[in-house]
């Protein structure tokens, strides 16, 4: 491999940490309601059913953004 067409080590590990990163946010915002599920259903005065539909609106608005989001970052 040539040494001019391989990128800086700091600049792979920066790509590399932003998708670790992207990729932990993404995972955290889908196990966080399973640790408070107990005062969600308290909060809001509904079962597990209602709390499944309430946690089920993260992947509803995750599923509708997908062709705005593909069409805006399309070169």
Do not use: C, K
């Not at 800086?8 to 932990?24: K, R």
């Not at 946690?55 to 953004?65: D, G, K, Q």
């Amino acid at each position: 491999m040539d040494q001019e067409n391989t990128p800086p080590a700091a600049l792979a590990w920066l790509v590399w940490g932003l998708g670790a990163a992207f990729y932990f946010s993404g995972f955290y915002h889908r196990v966080a309601p399973a640790v408070m599920t107990d005062q969600l259903m308290a909060d809001f005065h509904i079962g597990a059913a209602g709390l499944g539909n309430f946690t089920a609106f993260y992947f509803y608005s995750y599923f509708l953004m997908q062709v705005p989001t593909g069409i805006l970052a399309d070169p």
